[in-house]
């Protein structure tokens, strides 16, 4: 089946350590997107990538890092610059053409900083 | 920035009709989506609208005035698994999507 896979569902780390969340897509799409969800909030866009080994700052990239070494993957770093790190944390693809192209979203990793 | 406007809570009975509203102020505009998202899961396409006018799918119809800057979401036949955050994105000017913080609609029997 094609589709957006996020690993691992629920993450709990220690305040201080970096940590990674992965997102993998088997829908050939070019563009991928991080966004955070807090209660009562939009979602806000973190990073996104509209092609392998390219990526663009969001609103909200302080504290956080991407890499796009394959069109498939498009793992977040959360870094301990990050201030607010608990969070539940969405990654979302389409195909990059842009206007009615749909995003479509993975099943989100609820990241808790202790 | 871009600002987009939701109410935040919803009940309705079940069978009922439920309409959310949706205003939004951005810069530029390529299209207003419409997504449902159940309690800590990922957010579903639900419509898309680009002119103005209703856009009709079953128990689901989205509207949109761009003069208005203004959208609705009227669903239906309310069912209880209906219940759920009903998102309103805006696609602006350089084609990000920015959400509204999501309307939470409580269907009761």
């Known amino acids: 089946d094609g589709g957006i896979t996020q690993s691992p569902k629920y993450l709990f780390r220690k305040e201080g350590q970096n940590v990674t969340l992965s997102c993998e897509q088997n829908?050939?799409?070019?563009?991928m997107y991080w966004y955070r969800q807090d209660p009562g909030q939009g979602l806000r866009l973190i990073y996104y990538s509209q092609i392998v080994n390219d990526f663009q700052k969001g609103d909200i990239a302080e504290g956080y890092s991407v890499s796009r070494e394959k069109k498939e993957s498009f793992p977040l770093t959360v870094t301990s610059a990050q201030k607010n790190p608990t969070a539940f944390y969405l990654c979302?693809?389409?195909?990059?053409?842009?206007?009615?192209?749909?995003?479509?979203f993975g099943p989100g990793t609820r990241l808790t900083v202790l | 920035g871009q600002n987009i406007d939701q109410p935040t809570e919803m009940t309705a009975t079940e069978g009922a009709i439920v309409q959310i509203n949706c205003t939004y102020q951005?810069?530029?505009?390529?299209?207003l989506f419409w997504y449902q998202q159940h309690a800590g899961e990922a957010p579903t396409f639900l419509s898309y609208n680009v002119l103005d006018g209703l856009e009709e799918k079953g128990r689901f119809s989205s509207f949109l005035s761009r003069s208005k800057g203004y959208s609705y979401l009227l669903l239906k036949e309310l069912q209880m698994k209906d219940s759920a955050s009903y998102l309103c994105?805006?696609?602006?000017?350089?084609?990000?999507?920015?959400f509204g913080a999501g309307t939470t609609v409580t269907v009761r029997a």
């Open positions: 994105a805006v696609r602006d000017g350089d084609y990000k999507l920015s």
């Open positions: 979302a693809s389409e195909t990059g053409g842009g206007g009615a192209d749909t995003q479509y």
């Open positions: 829908l050939n799409h070019d563009a």
């Open positions: 951005t810069s530029g505009f390529n299209g």
